[in-house]
């Protein structure tokens, strides 16, 4: 079951998609190779499976980043430090 709390809610409707894409090609997948021995086409909805997958974790890993800079924000509130005094070293920044 998806757990619609692992998303913001701007990518809700998109890991909805993908979710479902996935639920659905993990069955045809499965079926057509047990069934059918469709390799070709079994390869071919696993690898979009992937995609799918792949797509749902970057997501979800979008939201966890997100808390972990809001929790920094909070705790740097809590502590009266200027926002605007912080200096990112990092590469590129």
Not at 24 to 38: F, G, V
């Amino acid at each position: 079951m998806l757990k619609v709390d692992q998303f913001l809610r701007q990518d809700l409707a998109k890991a909805i998609v993908q979710y479902k894409c996935a639920f659905e090609l993990s069955k045809e997948a499965t079926a057509l190779l047990i069934r059918e021995n469709d390799f070709e086409k079994s390869i071919q909805y696993t690898e979009d499976l992937l995609k799918s997958l792949k797509a749902l974790q970057k997501m979800k890993e979008k939201r966890e980043m997100l808390e972990r800079i809001h929790k920094v924000a909070v705790e740097l509130q809590r502590q009266n430090v200027d926002i605007k005094t912080i200096v990112l070293k990092k590469a590129g920044i």
